[in-house]
């Protein structure tokens, strides 16, 4: 137990390093000393382990990068798999909500599993935990897990930030994302950041993920407003074929005639998507 607990106290030192008063919104793990946070072992932090046990094939294992979200959610990677943990049961409920919602859709995220725990209520999804009922009452978690995908839009240490795109595959990004919008509104959903830091690869799909600021769908336009705006930013180099098209699909106020125009598009120039 003692190297559990080690280990568990050495995971939350590494969560430290980013972001100290954030990791103990989310959970449940440190003592303030002065202005320094002091890594602990708690029933939270067991219950992590625990998640992160039963979401990987090797055991108890550390991420290889711990980094943050919004400034609001703190984001675990794995070799194969992702663990966010969020400061409130509120943000979770909505991205686990939409997220069940567009399980079938293969261009949104899927999420694996889920677990909140506060005030001894308990909510999750295929875990099991073990753990001594009187020690529930002191557990404040509420983390996701999903699959782990390859962002297009990556920042080095030093900020610099890079876009790995290239110019044929803007179309086909386009339309499968335009899928994923066009699940998340039927759920009755908008995505709320649909730009492409939030966009990423998994095989040969691309894939929305990032669904912290997922709200009902009060504005239709909203999410295809962003992407639009962010592929102005990002594909502002790559030349008149993309402006033209960014300005013929910028019309569309809904998914599916959004996706229409798209195809009207690339049939129209003989592009192969």
Known sequence: ?????QFGIDIINDCLLDDCYLTQKCIDCCNKEGRKYIAKYTPSVEILLQVIEQSSEKGLIKPNNIVTSSGSVLVMIFDDF??????SSSTWNKVVDILERTYECPYVINMRNFVSIENGNKDSCYLEFNLASYFRNQVKIHAIVTDKLNPIVTYSPSDIRTLKLEYTEVFKLFQEIGIALDCIKESGFSQGDCTFDNIGRIGDKFVLFDFNCVRSNLRIDD?????IKSARFNLKKEGKKITDFLNYVSSSKYPKFFLSKISEYCEEYDIKI
Do not use: G, H, P, T
């Open 1 to 5: 137990m003692n190297s559990r607990k």
């Open 82 to 87: 992702v663990l966010k943990l969020y400061q």
């Open 223 to 227: 999410d295809i407003a962003f992407l």
